[in-house]
């Protein structure tokens, strides 16, 4: 790798802000590894970013050949300030793959965005990154900064603050990194003696916890849950924008820690900015209560279909025609397409 670098700026806030450099972490799928690339660089800022790009090594011989493509898509990166690629001799595993890359870029960077080979982003991404870096950087209280918003059916501010982190399209900082704890253990025991798991389970309407077990125990190898945790215990605070700068492309059941298709993580990407203003630095009670509701409804179309799903929903909004439709899974006639629409 080339040695640290100032990086080019950008200005707002009526002063000049140093761009981020971005980490892009692949592994086996060519495909969404070219959407990923693609879509990043449609934003301006791309060509005047550095790119680190951490290629993990196959975990076994059927992986070699996807692994293989996957790299030869990453040899041929243009779009961007320069490329430092990094390519694993030996399988690092998800995790160890991004946390090593995230603090390799961190010894050498103040700062830096993280994507994985598939997140898709709005062209207006690496604008509102770079801007919310560059607001909070000297604020201690924000950890990180999320470029995915769920769809909430409930109306949220063009940006808000959650206690915890995310991991779809985010950024950090190198004294906010240092806090991550890799021990499980150690996470889930602090919780549940600072009686918290409940609330860092979104008042068990998403089973965090249940996830930092499996992690404890072997069955997932999720970073993720214990970089939230590692917030949540610090009281650190995310960054959202009220509209989705990331789509996550990858859950169709190509990845390897993907289930499947998850559609009711699917949102559409802004297609205009998200501008980065003052607000209150606190998690904003009305986004917590939205997400609840979010994560609620999703656990149970998890469990009981969509139909369940849609019912609750309609019955919530006292929308009788749809329940009785639903029943008959026809949809009512206000809801019906012409018949040459559909």
Known sequence: MSPARALPAIEAFGHFIMKSPIALFAYSRPQHTRLTLDA???????????????????????????VNETRRVLQDITGFKAVNLVLREENYGLARNITSGISHVLSEHDSLIVIEDDIAVSPYFLKFMNESLARYRKEPRVGSISGYCYPLRRPVPETFFIRGADCWGW???????????????????????????????FDRSVPMSDMLIEQIAGKNDSWAVRWSASCFLHELLTLYPGRSL?????????????????????????????????????????????????FRCARLCRRN????????????????????????RTPPPSMRLPRQAQ
């Open 40 to 66: 990043l660089r449609a934003n301006p800022e791309a060509q005047d970013s550095l790119l680190y790009v951490f290629s993990d090594a196959a975990k076994d011989a059927g992986a070699s050949a996807s």
């Open 171 to 201: 950024a950090t900082w190198r004294n906010r990194w240092q806090i991550y704890n890799p021990n499980g253990r150690q996470l889930l025991d602090e919780l549940r003696r600072r009686k918290l798991v409940r609330r860092f389970d």
């Open 246 to 294: 990331v789509q996550n492309i990858g859950n169709d059941g190509t990845g390897t820690h993907s289930p499947g298709s998850v559609s009711f993580y699917d949102v559409e990407l802004s297609q205009t900015p998200v501008s980065v203003g003052d607000i209150p630095i606190e998690e904003n009670a009305t986004a917590r209560a939205a997400l609840g509701e979010f």
């Open 305 to 328: 279909g969509f139909l369940a799903f849609a019912r609750m929903v309609a019955i919530a909004l006292g929308i009788r025609a749809i329940v009785r439709a639903l029943r008959r």
